[in-house]
């Protein structure tokens, strides 16, 4: 059985940092992609950041682009979003996701297999 489970949410100020982490259990992040997705209250979930495996592809979002960095450790089993001068508007549920099967970094939801709860990123101004 696959779970994936968030951490290192938190409530910061404006221009602050965070580091979240993601950690698979049941499954390793060898094959396919990882992605963090994020979701405000009355907002769309929205795809963050996703990470390929194979050919190592990496994909942004404009909105946290040049600030936020995704990764994984060497073992594979935890993937990492890194961010870093955070803004009020980057407040939400963040969640990981990822599937085996694919082969290039998608920020959509829906080809996404398994997910976790998420963590809660609180900035404020």
Known sequence: QVQMVESGGD???AGGSLRLSCSASGYT?????VAWFRQA????????????MIGG???YADSVKGRFTI???NAKTTSYLQMNNLKPEDTAMYSCATSPLLLVPILLAEVYKYWGQGTQVTVSS
Not at 29 to 33: D, E, I, L
Not at 41 to 52: I, T
């Open 11 to 13: 409530s910061v100020q």
């Open 29 to 33: 992040f060898s094959t396919g992609c």
């Open 41 to 52: 209250p009355g907002k769309e979930r929205e795809g963050v950041a996703s990470l390929c």
């Open 57 to 59: 592809g990496i994909l």
């Open 71 to 73: 990764s994984q450790d």
